[in-house]
């Protein structure tokens, strides 16, 4: 389970859809759920069922306010480190894969509040090709 993953969560007749806001360091089964009318309730992890994304470079649903941390490594030996808001994480990384050929691997970070860790939630490689450098995602 992911910080800003869609989740359907059903507990004992109960049906409930929304977006995991919130993971407790504390109970690591445990998490903070806001639906779609606003209401949080904290939730079992086991029973969620989260909600894939489909025609996204991002294989997680990133949230606006949270700051995602980005290892970007290039075929000269070059890693660039940034950060980045939720917002605008996913279309910064494509304008990072169109406009640079030489790139092998991007991995997206998170630290969680509740435990202060860093956590990997993707790692994107790319297929460069010596001719011509063209970019293409060969793992999600």
Known sequence: M????KVVYEFVGERVEGRIVRLFASDNNAALLVDEQGNERKVVCEYCKRIPRTNSL??????????????????????????????ELEETLQRFIKN??????????????????NSLYQIIELDCKDEGHDNRLINL
């Open 100 to 117: 640079d050929d030489e790139l092998l691997k991007i991995q997206i970070y998170v630290r969680e509040t509740a435990s202060s860790r």
């Open 2 to 5: 992911y910080l800003g993953d």
């Open 58 to 87: 991002l294989t997680f649903w990133p949230l606006s306010d949270v700051i995602y941390t980005v290892l970007i490594y290039a075929l000269d030996d070059r890693l660039n480190v940034y950060t980045f808001l939720g917002d």
